[in-house]
């Protein structure tokens, strides 16, 4: 075979696709231009909430989002405290979204919203920690020296395992993510809260960490005017 022949070949073979057959073979698959549905004519948005009830995220998939995420918010920060805000500000709308989620998958029985902070906090170290990472917190605690702080600990959070933290960042702790959507579920309940994440490694738990949660004074104020009534 002459060295003529090979390269019409190999042209022949990357000639590209015209835009004028894409579009018959669109027309001739989906029956037209434009966005496509399924045959029943059907959404995401028409599915039941419950259908995806016990449906599980590959970890791969999310380390690669969540990847993804910190290192699109590190292009646009200057330093770490920048950096776990913008983080928090990211997880605040989920945390919004998924009370209303959990309290819709609750039982009838247990669908009010919580009205004190013990059932709150309760609620998410429990159920908001088993819907997002298969296992409840592995603590919840209040501070002995200021009444309006409580701590939720995970000696192992999820969204650090993936994550490659550069020594001079060594201070940065990508659980402010984690951190946004229990701030989000707070002020979703009425309970104003401002929450951070903090790295309290130990020997056996090296990624351990505390969110701080700190609520507003109202909030207190009407545990208090509650408490009496």
């Known amino acids: 075979m002459s060295n003529s022949s090979v390269t019409q070949q190999t042209q022949y ?47 791969a998939s999310f380390a ?19 950096l776990e805000k913008r983080l928090n500000n990211q997880g605040h709308p989920l945390g919004l979204r998924l009370l209303d989620l959990l309290i819709y998958r609750s039982p009838a029985s247990a669908t009010v919203r919580p009205t004190h902070i013990l059932p709150l906090l309760q ?21 002995k020296e200021k009444e309006d702080e409580y701590m939720i600990t ?18 940065l702790n990508c659980a402010a ?19 951070t994440a903090h790295s309290v490694a130990s020997e056996m738990w090296p990624g351990k960490t505390v969110f701080l949660i700190k609520f507003e004074p109202e909030v207190l104020e009407r545990e208090a005017f509650l408490g009496k009534s």
């Open 64 to 82: 690669f989002l969540f990847g993804e995420m910190v290192s699109y918010a590190q292009k646009r920060v200057t330093g770490i405290q920048d």
């Open 177 to 195: 993510y984690v951190a946004g959507i229990v701030e989000g579920v707070c002020d979703g309940t009425g309970f104003p809260a401002h929450v």
């Open 123 to 143: 609620f998410i170290s429990t159920t908001l920690w088993r819907h997002l990472f298969a296992r409840p917190a592995d603590a919840l605690e209040r501070s």
């Open 13 to 59: 073979a990357i000639k590209p696709v015209s835009i004028q057959a894409v579009t018959t073979i669109n027309r001739h698959a989906g029956g037209g231009m434009g966005l496509r549905y399924p045959s029943n004519r059907k959404t995401i948005y028409d599915r039941n909430l419950n259908r995806s009830k016990n449906a599980e995220l590959s970890r």
């Open 154 to 171: 995970d000696n192992d959070p999820l969204v650090n395992q993936y994550v490659s933290v550069p020594k001079e960042m060594s201070q």
